[in-house]
C-alpha cells in the first residue's frame, strides 16, 4: 500500500507484517550511538565490507551511488503505533468478514498449487493463504518503500545499527544472485518483503525456487512465495496432521495458573477438570497435549492451543496474531 493511502485498520494488518522484522532484535540491541561519519563516508564503507563478503562490485557500484536516507522511515522507527485493542477489536480488523470471503476465493483460485505446496511441505493450504491474507492482504501490500534505501536509514540511525547492517548486506546480496532488482525490491519500512513479508536473513534461510526458473522471487511470483512460506513453517516446527487450537469453555472456578503454554497437558487431562469446546460439547479423544491461552485474562476468551499456536508465535510474538491467523485459516477452510 502507497503511504498517501494508509488507514488505521490497514495499519493495524502492516504492522502484523513487521513481526519478521520487529520480533528478530531484542530490547538490548535497541540502544544505539547516532552516526560517527556522513552518509557518503559509511555508504563507502558499506561497499567496501559488501565487496569483501563476495557481493559483486557491479552490483554495488549500480545501486549504493544511488541510495539515500528516507527520513519517513525514522519517523516510523520513532513512534511506532501502539494499537490498545481488545482481541474482538484485533479481530474485526485482522479477521473481517470481507477477508475472509476474499481468502476463500484466493483458496480456491489457487487449490491445485497449494495443495501441491503443502504436501510438499507439511502445511495445510488454508494456513499459507491466512498467512498471506494477514501480511499483506493477498499481496496488496507491500509497503511500498525501497528496501536496500530503508535498510540503510536504518542501519545509519545507529540505534539497531548492527541488525540492520547485516540485514542490508544480505539484502544487496539476494539482489547480487539476481532474485530481484534494485528497483523492483519494494517492502516496509523496516525492511520486510514480498507476498509474506520476509526480511533478507529469513528469505537467505526459507525462501523458495519452486517453479525452478532461478529466482526465487517472494514479490511477484506465488508459486515461490507460497512455497516459500511453507518452508518457513515447515522449517518452524509446524505439524501437518494439528490444527492451531479452538476457543473453549472454562469450568466455573477454573484455576487461573493453569494457564500459559509453559504448562502442557493431554486432551483427556483438560476434559477431566471440565474444560468443554465452546457449544459445551467434549474435547476431541485424540492423543495431544495442549495449553490454555487466557489473552486478555482469566475474564475473557480462553483458548486451548496446540504445537501449530506455538510455530505461529515464532513468525510474530502476539498471541492476538496466532489466534487471527487460526480464526482466519477456520473460516477459510469451511
Known amino acids: ?54 557481493i559483486g562490485v557491479s552490483t554495488l557500484d549500480s545501486i549504493l551511488p544511488s541510495v539515500e536516507r528516507i527520513p519517513r522511515v525514522i519517523e516510523l522507527d520513532r513512534n511506532q503505533p501502539e494499537f490498545k485493542l481488545t482481541l474482538q477489536q484485533y479481530l474485526n480488523r485482522v479477521v473481517p468478514r470481507s477477508r475472509v470471503q ?35 492482504d493477498f499481496g496488496r501490500v507491500d509497503g511500498g518503500f525501497p528496501v536496500i534505501d530503508a535498510l540503510a536509514t ?8 548492527k541488525f540492520f ?7 544487496l546480496r539476494i539482489i547480487d544472485q539476481g532474485h530481484i ?14 507476498q509474506f513479508q520476509f526480511i533478507p536473513s529469513s528469505f537467505e534461510r526459507f525462501a523458495v525456487d519452486h517453479d525452478g526458473d532461478g529466482r526465487r522471487d517472494i514479490w511477484r511470483n506465488r508459486r515461490d512465495a507460497f512455497a516459500s512460506a511453507a518452508n518457513y513453517l515447515s522449517g518452524s516446527g509446524w505439524k501437518v496432521d494439528e490444527t492451531w487450537g479452538r476457543e473453549i469453555k472454562l469450568p ?33 479423544t485424540r ?28 513468525w510474530n510474538r502476539s498471541n492476538f496474531y496466532a489466534i487471527a491467523i487460526g480464526t482466519l485459516a477456520d473460516h477459510i477452510g469451511r
Request: charged content about 25%; proline content about 2%.
Open 181 to 194: 532488482t534494485y528497483a523492483n525490491m519494494k517492502g516496509s519500512w523496516a525492511g520486510a518483503m514480498g
Open 165 to 171: 547492517r547485516g540485514e542490508l548486506i544480505r539484502a
Open 1 to 54: 500500500m502507497r503511504r498517501k493511502s494508509w488507514s488505521f485498520a490497514s495499519s493495524i494488518v502492516f504492522v502484523a507484517g513487521l513481526s519478521l522484522v520487529l520480533c528478530s532484535f531484542t530490547a538490548s540491541s535497541a540502544v544505539g550511538q547516532a552516526p560517527a561519519q556522513d552518509f557518503k563516508s559509511w555508504i563507502e564503507d558499506l561497499h567496501k565490507q559488501a565487496a569483501s563478503e563476495g
Open 154 to 161: 536504518l542501519a545509519y540511525d545507529g540505534r539497531r545499527s
Open 252 to 284: 466455573t472456578g477454573f484455576n487461573e495458573k493453569l494457564a500459559g503454554l509453559k504448562i502442557r497437558k493431554s486432551l483427556a487431562e483438560w476434559q477431566s477438570l471440565g474444560v468443554r469446546r465452546l457449544n459445551g460439547r467434549n474435547l476431541p
Open 287 to 314: 492423543d495431544l497435549e495442549a495449553s490454555i491461552v487466557l489473552p486478555e485474562g482469566i475474564k475473557g476468551r480462553a483458548y486451548l492451543v496446540y504445537d501449530n499456536f506455538r510455530t505461529t508465535l515464532k
Open 102 to 136: 476474499k481468502g476463500k476465493r484466493k483458496l480456491q483460485k489457487n487449490i491445485t498449487l497449494l495443495t501441491e505446496i503443502g504436501r510438499k511441505y507439511g502445511v495445510q493450504p488454508r494456513f499459507i493463504v491466512a498467512f498471506w491474507g494477514v501480511e499483506t
